[in-house]
């Protein structure tokens, strides 16, 4: 099926932010200190890979789009937390309260109130297109046409 | 803000003409995470459907504007506005508004649906899944999941929810009573109906329909029926022959066609929020155990897995199972005597 093929190629998105973090390295560092919390806690609830492939998505798209106040260190953690937590709402069966989320020494601890309320913020930067194609998709697609589908290959591919 | 002073409501902010509404009707519809207003646009005057969440944006709100989004623009599939927070930090999710849904038709209707209409119905809810309408639809990489369709087709028949369970477990629970425990079991599903038929006049299902229907509803979405073979099926296809013939006023009234259009748009917004999870269907009531028991820390940076050989594991796997079976069966036990039986059927 070459139709499903061609059309995840066509939606795949290149990483715009790219460029970004070759050219400030503050910035780069922000977004590898996010990156690295974002994983922990990814590990410490045992939430999917996608859910991770996600929130990084989110993180890089929304940095690259809202540039205004990239630069202060508390905004990455913020956009951060909030992007897991949307990661986790799109994929995951349990997600854990705002304020739960903020484990693995954070830097910062944000209010529930203050997190949704930069949750809408990044849902209306990224207009609220959640379900992008990810390097998941093609491993998903080529399992698929593998045959590969017994329980262990789905486990791995998770 | 909601200010209730008299009959005037006021929604959203006050400073932001485009983002302010008043509440037209007293209450609409309230639900234990969310309650919904119908009002009118200050400015335009337009009617809208307002959805105030109490504890910011809910998972089910966040998928279901994902997949609306996600969709292109069509008559039949509801419109999703726009996000209000106000200075009190009040969430309101502002929506096209639709007089009447499926519940609510439901609901109003007295006498069961018969077979013709479920059949139109069911129909008009397969178009809407069909590749035709979806071919717009941003990134969807599995098939769509066509449980949910199985289950809104039972509750057409049936007239009450299928699988009416308040939390996760509860319903894993109602879905072992009615279709058993590990391969689906027809007879409890066909106890079900036949039930349902002497007590409330519910429509006898034929048998091409319940054939139809259990194959919507099999455990493993590899062996469950895609929405082109439904599409196909002996119990819906000659429908599909014929679609004008449904829409004769003989046939349907006005009122019904109305319900019909907002049914598939309540159809398309279940489907779209499940298809996510279609690919792991058959293992997340294993995996869902597994990652959720307490203590269990995968070591940070590498993605979970589970490892089947590992013999610490599988007695993790075991003991979890074990809990969770012990829960499972302490709720069937009680829905089993609520149901009548002296025993929990998992037994």
Redesign the interface.
Known sequence: NHE?LSS?LN?EQENELYDGLQESPSLAMARSEAV?WM??V???Y????LT?VLAVNYLDRFLHSFQSHREKPWMTQLAAVACLS?AA???E???PL?LDLQV?ESKYVFE??T???M??LI??TL???????TPL?FL??IARRLGL?S??C???L? | MVEEAGFLNFIGNKNDDHQFFERNHPQYDQGSYSIIYRANHRKTLEIVAIKQEFHGLSRSTLREIAALTSLPRHPAVIEFKEVVVDDRDHFFIIMEHLENDLKRFMDVKKKPLNLNEVKCIMNQFLEGVSPKILVGAEAYSCAIDMWPVGCIMAELLLKEVLFKGRCDLEQIAQIYIVLGNGEPDDNRLMQKFLAATSSTGAPSVTELGFDLLKKLLEYDPEKRITAEATLNHGDISPFLNSPSSLHTPTALDKAYDDYVCDMITLAKSKIQLSYARDCRDSSSLRTTFVLSEPGTQVIPTKPPKLSYGDPREIAKLDRVMGYEASLLDRHLGAKAQELGHKTSPLT
Do not use: C
């Open positions: 499903e995840l939606k690295e994983l922990k990814t590990g410490h045992s939430f999917s890979a991770a949307l709402k799109v994929e069966t349990q997600v705002l693995e529930s109130k997190l949704q309320r949750e809408i849902l209306s207009q609220w297109r959640m379900n992008p194609v998709s998903d697609y589908k329980h262990l789905r486990e791995f998770r």
